[in-house]
């Protein structure tokens, strides 16, 4: 088989994506390798959010529902000063609170949550915050993707975070689809993802697909023909195609490496390349 023929024979491959009749195991080795292209692109992936200890985090990641990390990172300090422990936060006067975290939108749910969460921590958790799914998204505040955002950085275990960044980009990777993701259903596309990417991976995942989103896949007008994606990509061109042009619109502090990895991924982002795992 000539060259030639090898790329044409791939081109259906875009199509199935496309048209989400890709196979599964076709699908689990691309997201695998979406994953191990996003680790090179993105080395220095975490999560961006300040803390020093699993309550802080906590109370961070509810902060930052509606808010960018940037401001959390902004507010937490005299929060976190204030605010020691649990029962610092149990006995809080509302007003204080607010006070201080009004810059991130919605103050007062939030410090309803944030001191509800002191109050659960200390009456039924010895002042602790627990590491455990279920007593965790009993918890004020904490929902799934937050229990995840706490369990895979705060406690180490992995755990897929869905949050608009997530749903966004691997919608348009075409990693996740149905209903699900027409409605935007966190839990069901966790579950979708937690099956293409091995479990030991599940939290860099989620760090890596944020930072691709913020960095490269924005959300307005991607930048596809500058992204190491574009050939596993079956939304390629919905943002720029032409390099150059697609270059413009990278963000961050590596911007270089993010043009010199797109150009190694096989230099025209539209020719199709193996997703052999």
Known sequence: MTAAD???????????????????LAKKRRARKINRLLAAAHPDAHCEL????????????????QCTDVRVNLTTPALFAKYRDAADY?????????AIIRPTG???????????????????????????????????????????????????????????????????LGLV?????????????????????????????????????RRVCIARKPACGACTLAALCPSFGEGPTDPAEAAKLLKGDNVADLIRLAGAAGGDPRTEHSVDA
Do not use: C
């Not at 091995?198 to 760090?207: G, I, Q």
């Open 50 to 65: 300040d803390y020093s200890n699993p309550l802080e985090l906590a109370v961070a990641t509810i902060l930052s529902a």
């Open 106 to 172: 919605f103050y007062r749910n939030k410090t309803r949550s944030i001191i509800g969460l002191g109050k659960a921590l200390v009456e039924h958790h010895g002042g602790t915050l627990p590491n455990d799914m279920d007593a965790l998204v009993k918890l004020p505040g904490i929902g799934r993707k937050t229990a995840n955002v706490i369990r895979g950085n705060a406690f180490g275990v992995p755990g897929i975070t869905v949050d608009t960044h997530m749903i966004r980009i691997t919608t348009r």
């Open 90 to 98: 149990a006995e809080a006067n509302p007003e204080d609170v607010e």
């Open 177 to 213: 689809g149905g209903k699900a993701a027409l409605n935007k259903d966190a839990v069901k596309l966790e579950f979708q993802l937690q099956k293409l990417i091995e479990p030991r991976e599940w939290t860099m995942f989620s760090h890596r697909i944020i930072f691709h989103g």
């Open 6 to 24: 090898a790329s044409s024979s791939r081109i259906p491959a875009r199509k199935l994506r496309r048209e989400g009749a890709e196979s599964e």
